[in-house]
């Protein structure tokens, strides 16, 4: 059996963003901030430190890692998710992947809890 392993990224438009040659949401950040000459400006000009730290949390992409059947994961920011994307983590959920939503997280931080 073929072991699975898949990184991708979503944007508000559902679109699916992975590549063959790079296996890590950061290299796929980078690279979708560099082919695009409006989010490298955007990037620039919002003072985060990472592509993947701007796209998660100024963008609202949707970040996915599958690794075969041991590892379901998608990490999204609840309060920039579009109508498009909650659907496409609902997708998600109903087949049972882990779900961590940036919003509770940065909540929980904000409170001192984490």
Do not use: P
């Amino acid at each position: 059996m073929e072991e699975t392993f898949d990184v991708f990224l979503i944007d508000c438009e559902g679109k699916k963003y992975s590549s063959k040659t790079i296996s890590s949401h950061i290299g796929l950040a980078m690279k979708r901030v560099d082919e695009d000459e409006e989010l490298k400006k955007e990037f620039k000009e919002s003072g985060k430190k990472s592509e993947l730290e701007f796209l998660l949390g100024n963008k609202g992409d949707i970040a996915g890692s599958e690794i075969s059947n041991y590892y379901k994961k998608i990490t999204f920011d609840s309060e920039l998710a579009s109508e498009i994307q909650k659907k496409i983590i609902k997708y998600y959920k109903d087949r049972g992947w882990n779900l961590e939503d940036l919003a509770i997280e940065k909540e929980k931080m904000e409170r001192g809890e984490i």
